[in-house]
């Protein structure tokens, strides 16, 4: 089997939210996390400014693609995440922030710290205590260190463990 390239992701956790939060009036806005669909797959193309492309991803049957939505709203994808269940964790293929999300002027903050967190919960979900994996670009490997908590264990390649899954989780789903 042909060992495919590992994509070093490169999302920044802006802040640690118990939501997401509106950038220009504060508001707070409860999310919920939803299979993509083929449907989905209309809007999020690099035409509307989406740097992936995830309808691979999405034709991938060993991968699940997520996005995340506020309540109430779900044709608007706020980020997207890619994971792989492996045989004792998940791997994080593929984080991304919706176009709006992204830069000095993104319209919410804590789309990938919800992703991240719920990647971890997919983790619990099967038996693999929270443990969650990805590969960072190097640049960003001390961010994800303060703020997700991960371990760098060589390399690229970056651990969320049991402790810091469940402080991830904690934040973001608290209430379910």
Known sequence: MIEQKKIELDFVVDA????????ISGDSFRTEVLRLTKYDLKQITKKNGWNFNWKTELENNIKEVY??????NPNIVQGLVSVTKNSDHV??????????????????EGVAGNLVAYACKISFQN???G???FTAK???IEHYQKSLNAINIGGQ???????????L????????
Do not use: C, H, W
Not at 91 to 108: C, H, I, S, T, V
């Open 16 to 23: 640690l939210t118990n939501s997401i939060r509106n950038t």
């Open 67 to 72: 996005k995340l939505t506020i309540v109430g």
């Open 91 to 108: 791997y994080m293929d593929l984080l991304e922030n919706a176009p709006f999300n992204l830069g000095r002027n993104k319209l919410y």
């Open 127 to 129: 038996g693999f205590e």
């Open 131 to 133: 443990y969650v994996s």
């Open 138 to 140: 190097t640049q960003l």
């Open 157 to 167: 390649l970056m651990i969320i463990n049991t402790l810091s899954a469940n402080t």
């Open 169 to 176: 989780i904690d934040k973001y789903f608290k209430n379910e």
